[in-house]
């Protein structure tokens, strides 16, 4: 079956801190990672990942895919409030069907 | 362009009852995928429709089933509602299989 983690599952930080979130996974035919993050209802795209070692970055952002050691991680530099929300990694898999299999998420909250 | 839309937006059923949920796709996008959310965890894969059929299942019961229609939207049907059921259930379209936009959600209460 396959299977997503994430690490932490909250964190709490001040403005300006920078974060690292983690996510490991063990899947079968990976496609793609995945990271979304959701503030109230719908989960919002930020980044797909589909190879190793290249980083992804999106303003203060940024994500890296480590295929061998099976994990990525996403980093939040100089967090605002705004940043506040539940990070979510999914890994894409499948043959001619593909599915995302999603952790549980990390909640992050950023306080003024 | 309205994006992905879901309907209703909440809703409160008893258990042993019977619900029904809708979603429209994004222009352009065939195929529908619906996912459960309870609180507290990371959305979960229920089924994915494409060309009207059925093309995957994740681990869930009969009790749910689905429907796409000509028009690709879709629907999601519960029977024999639990308390365990409560759940945001989010709709995600895409052309073919790739690059899912998620609705709102439903955000369905059981007591």
């Known amino acids: 079956e396959d299977k997503v983690v994430q690490s932490p599952l909250s964190l709490v930080v001040h403005e300006g801190d920078t974060v690292t979130l983690n996510c490991s996974y063990e899947v079968t035919n990976f496609r793609s990672l995945l990271w979304y993050k959701q503030e109230k209802k719908a989960p919002t795209f930020l980044f797909m990942l589909t190879s190793s070692g290249i980083e992804k970055k999106s303003g203060r952002l940024s994500s890296i895919l480590d295929k061998k050691e099976l994990f990525s991680i996403l980093n939040i530099t100089a967090t605002q409030t705004g940043d506040s929300a539940v990070y979510l990694c999914a890994v894409e898999s499948g043959g001619s069907n593909y599915k995302l299999t999603f952790g549980k998420g990390t909640l992050l909250t950023v306080n003024p | 362009d309205a994006g992905v839309t879901q309907s209703p937006t909440h809703l409160i059923k008893t258990r042993g009852q019977q619900v029904t949920l809708r979603c429209s796709p994004k222009?352009?996008?065939?195929?529908v995928s619906w996912y459960q959310q309870a609180l507290g965890q990371g959305p979960q894969f229920i089924f994915q429709?494409?060309?009207?059929?059925?093309?995957q299942r994740g681990n869930f019961p009969d009790r749910f089933s689905g429907h796409q229609y000509p028009n690709y939207s879709s629907e999601l049907n519960v029977n024999a509602l639990l308390l365990g059921d409560s759940a945001l259930y989010l709709c995600?379209?895409?052309?073919?299989?790739?690059?899912?936009?998620f609705g709102p959600g439903t955000r369905l209460t059981v007591l």
């Open positions: 429709y494409y060309e009207e059929e059925e093309r």
């Open positions: 222009s352009g996008h065939d195929t």
């Open positions: 995600a379209s895409s052309l073919r299989f790739r690059g899912l936009i």
